[in-house]
């Protein structure tokens, strides 16, 4: 500065003009690259400084903080993408129908009604949200005045439909409305303020497996409507879980009840064995039917004779699990039912529907809860059971915790012997009772079959029924061993037979053909399959629909 002070005193001295213009020319120019200098530092100061300040990495000031849902291996599950909302100033429109007719040609899913409201009122309107970059572009493009943009961000499935029922939804304020979104939607934001994305149970290789299958098992029997799971039964993680068809917007796994049927005398003959009152060679007389009162209860493949309780157990005999039932009467019954959450709404992240119990515990009603009627239970109930009697006796809340519910309350509903002896009986069940069509090569399944009819009117309807197959693999090894539960039922089937062992049983054994590599489940030789010189059973399917 003390130059530029004296080269003017200078210029004027030795009245030299030219130095003069030289030393204002010197000046606008510094003060021009003083200005440039302060924008750019402050350009640079915003792109670096403020962008993160909002968090999550937003990049815009519309953008909603919430992490990328994805699953157990990090596969996306849901995630947000910037789109746009477009928006009108009337008072800028200089040719109204003109704009219109543009809008309309380049956006042709835009309400005609709400674009003439825009263009006709008196007041910057949003015309329509969720604009692609595409359809920007397109609207861009037009320039037309008073048209304008804001980004907004938008959760997307890039799966589409699959595993729908549980990533569930959020609204266009970036809040959880239903399943996991939901019940994670705190913990799923914060991971999105850290710039991290956040885990949940499912295995979308799994998940994919099981949505297949069930589409093609519902397909094949013409079926109203199906579901599946899959657990992890020590961890109580959801591996898979699908509702069919995909559209229904309920999650028919937790939403629903059904009678059972046949699965429950799973249930029925543990709580024997775990008491003490019967074992493998407990005899128990299914020569003719029952009588209870004014009920006469009956097999469906009758066999006429007495039963030991595993004849009873793989030929499904009806009879024989109602005798088991009135002789541990009402306490004992209810106790262990209470035990494997059959009783009481499952403990679980999603909504789940309560379950509908008998309000009286006669020798009638035990009866018909042996073999799965007078109770309506959620699958994901029977599947928790099932876990439950096949991890060592330990009841174990499911969960889309990847990892498992921290501190979960588990609880001991029988013991690892019962567990072990239940373990035994479901893999006999699908090598020579009722669940043949379930078996895998080499994957040691386990499992039993369920049918029921529905009520209708009042009325049990041989034409509405429910298929089921509740399995478990591989069924051998120590009771704290990794292993599968697997759940298929089918409702409404309308092929026949509509009973399990041919409705969701086949399903089961593809299910797990296809995922045990995933899994890690080692295929094998098996003693059982090996001593019956691998032939199909002698009988198919014998269980009882309990009217």
């Known amino acids: 500065m003390w130059w530029v002070e004296h080269a003017f005193g200078r210029a004027h001295a030795d009245a030299r003009p030219e130095e003069d213009t030289r030393v204002r020319i010197f000046v606008i120019l510094s003060a021009f690259s003083a200005v440039f200098v302060c924008l750019t530092l402050g350009a640079v100061h915003a792109a670096l400084l403020t962008a993160g300040a909002g968090g999550g990495g937003s990049s815009h000031p519309n953008a909603v903080v919430r992490a990328d849902l994805v699953d157990r291996n990090g596969a996306l599950l849901a995630t947000n ?17 003109a704009a219109a007719a543009q809008i309309r040609r380049a956006l042709p899913r835009v309400s005609k009604t709400r674009l003439e409201a825009a263009l006709y009122g008196d007041r910057r309107l949003l015309v329509v949200n969720r604009l692609t970059p595409r359809e920007k572009v397109a609207i861009h493009n037009l320039a037309l005045g008073g048209v304008s943009f804001e980004p907004e961000d938008v959760r997307v499935q890039p799966l589409g439909e699959s595993a729908r029922h549980v990533i569930g939804n959020v609204d266009t304020g970036g809040v959880g409305l239903s399943a996991a979104e939901r019940a994670f939607n705190d913990e799923i934001r914060a991971a999105g303020a850290r710039g ?29 409507g199906a579901v599946g799971i899959i657990t992890d039964v020590q961890t109580g993680e959801v591996l898979g879980m699908a509702s069919w068809p995909a559209s229904n917007s309920r999650n028919l796994a937790a939403a629903a009840t059904y009678e059972m049927g046949s699965v ?61 039932a009135t002789q541990m009467g009402p306490r004992v019954m209810r106790d262990y039912f209470g035990r494997f959450g059959l009783l009481d709404e499952a403990p679980f992240e999603l909504p789940s529907e309560n379950p509908i119990t008998p309000r009286d515990w006669s020798d009638s009603t035990l009866a018909s809860l042996s073999f799965g009627y007078g109770v309506s239970v959620t699958p994901l109930q029977v599947a928790a059971a099932m876990a439950a009697l096949t991890n060592g006796g330990r009841y174990i809340p499911l969960t889309l915790r990847k990892g498992g519910l921290p501190n979960a309350p588990v609880r001991q509903v029988v013991s690892p012997e019962t567990s072990r002896v239940m373990l035994d009986l479901l893999r006999r069940n699908v090598v020579r009772g009722s669940g043949g069509r379930a078996e895998a090569p080499g994957l040691r399944v386990g499992g039993k079959t369920g049918s029921a009819n529905k009520s209708v009117n009042g009325r049990y309807s041989t034409a509405h029924a429910v298929g089921t197959f509740a399995a478990v693999f591989p069924a051998d090894g120590p009771v704290n061993a990794r292993r599968y539960q697997i759940l298929v039922l089918i409702d ?8 399990g062992g041919f409705v969701a049983a086949p399903a089961v054994g593809r299910i797990a053909d296809r995922i045990a590599g995933f899994l890690g489940v080692a295929r094998r030789a098996d003693p059982y399959r090996t001593a019956l010189g691998d032939r199909i059973p002698a009988f198919e399917d014998l269980e009882g629909d309990g009217r």
């Open 81 to 97: 993408i910037v789109h746009y909302g477009l928006y009108i100033d009337p008072a800028q429109v200089w040719d109204r129908p």
């Open 492 to 499: 409404e089937p309308q092929t026949y037979p509509r009973t």
């Open 264 to 324: 429950f005398k799973t249930f029925t003959v543990a709580a024997a064995i775990d008491t003490g009152r019967a074992d493998m060679n407990t005899l128990l007389d299914a020569s003719e039917a029952l009588q209870i009162g004014s009920r006469r209860i009956t097999d469906f493949h009758a066999q006429n004779k007495v039963m030991t309780l595993e004849e009873v157990y793989l030929h499904s005999s009806n009879i024989g699990t109602s005798l088991l």
């Open 196 to 224: 991290e994305s956040f885990q949940i149970s499912i295995d979308l290789r799994v998940q994919g497996v099981l949505e297949n299958e069930l589409a093609a098992a519902a397909e094949a029997t013409q079926a109203k």
